[in-house]
């Protein structure tokens, strides 16, 4: 059965940078997408970025744009978010996301998801 794990969540400083990994298990091929999604207490979930296999297409929310880097290792089935210039706003649970569609950043088209790793900027 597939499964995503998270890894690289914690807390720093506002100004701060952390990278976020996401390894996939149990799936032999190359998902079309992969990306990152964020959610706070009250909100929807949001898109943070995502990415594409072979063409290597990139999306991202507006707010983190300029800020988040995307990257994929399709060798591996794993997902990366590079973080810089962290706000208190980014501060959320994330999630990693995949499809074996070309999703873009939309939820309702992700079949696996991850259980989530928190990240915390204070100011």
């Known amino acids: 059965q597939v499964q995503l794990v998270e890894s690289g969540g914690g807390s720093v400083q506002a100004g701060g940078s952390l990278r976020l990994s996401c390894t996939a298990s149990?799936?032999?091929?190359?998902?079309?997408?992969m990306g990152w999604f964020r959610q706070v207490p009250g909100k929807e979930r949001e898109g943070v970025a995502a990415?594409?296999?072979?063409?290597?297409?990139?999306f991202y929310g507006d707010s983190v744009k300029g800020r988040f880097t995307i990257s994929r290792d399709n060798a591996k089935n794993t997902v990366s978010l590079q973080m810089n210039v962290l706000a208190p706003e980014d501060t959320a649970m994330y999630y990693c996301?995949?499809?074996?569609?070309?999703?873009?950043?939309?939820?309702?088209?992700?079949?696996?998801w991850g259980q989530g790793t928190e990240v915390t900027i204070s100011s």
């Open positions: 996301a995949a499809s074996n569609r070309w999703a873009g950043l939309d939820i309702e088209d992700y079949n696996y």
């Open positions: 149990g799936y032999t091929g190359t998902f079309a997408s």
């Open positions: 990415m594409y296999a072979g063409g290597g297409a990139t």
